[in-house]
């Protein structure tokens, strides 16, 4: 998308400015087009190293109508979304962006600075976006792991405390059938102990009436010597 002119070969010896100078009229637009978008650098498979600096032609409306439908064409194909972080999406409008600086530098030096410093600050912002939006992931994933890690924990105390409450349970029918049993004993106790009054009442009547018969028998020989 970003126009280039045609590559250079570097020959031994000779660096990217001494090659751009020999072969192109250095102007101030030039200047300033190679400092805010750098010239690229590639080496072909012999290692022979290739420069390749941005143009300095006008563009035409043709080529921004060109740039359009490639953009639009560059969308569809890769399926980008379009909203959310999409790095395709941000170095396709990047690359368009940088056209835009290139074309209005051509025109107007000044008004290309200061497009530069507006992409430099908004990829500051993306940046800070990126890194903000990296680290809430980060936050979120040890979240996550420490619920999950404490919800296992939760359910191994769930899962204890039903176990406890079950024995605790089977302890508490125990005690209910030992106190039923010493209810059930109780009770017994008290029929036989109740029987076992009775009975010593009994015996205690019978005890006295032997005890009188007694002194009656002891009393009739007494009343015989009186009356003799």
């Known amino acids: 998308m970003l126009k280039y002119d045609d590559p250079i070969l570097i020959k031994d010896g000779e660096t990217a400015s001494s ?18 978008l750098p010239p690229i650098e590639k080496k072909d498979l012999h290692g022979n190293l290739w420069i390749q600096y941005i143009s300095s032609k006008p563009s035409t409306l043709k080529d921004i109508v060109n740039i359009q439908e490639f953009i639009d064409l560059k969308l569809q194909q890769l399926q980008i979304r379009e909203t959310g972080i999409d790095t395709n999406r941000e170095d396709l409008y990047l690359q368009c962006f940088n056209e835009c600086i290139r074309q209005i530098t051509i025109n107007c030096h000044e008004r290309g600075l200061l497009l530069l410093k507006i992409r430099n600050e908004l990829q500051n912002y993306i940046s800070y976006y990126k890194e903000l939006y990296t680290s809430s992931i980060a936050f979120g994933i040890r979240k996550n792991l420490y619920f999950q890690a404490n919800l296992e924990e939760q359910v191994q105390r769930k899962q204890n405390l039903k176990k406890e409450i079950q024995q605790l349970k089977n302890e508490y029918e125990e005690l209910q059938e030992e106190t039923t049993k010493l209810q059930q004993g109780d009770l017994q106790n008290n029929e036989k102990k109740t029987l076992h009054l009775k009975y010593i009442d009994q015996l205690n009547e019978q005890i006295d009436t032997l005890k009188k018969s007694l002194q009656n028998v002891l009393s009739v020989p007494n009343y015989l010597k009186k009356k003799k």
């Open 19 to 36: 090659s751009y100078t020999s072969t192109a009229e250095k102007t101030v637009t030039k200047d300033i087009l190679n400092s805010i």
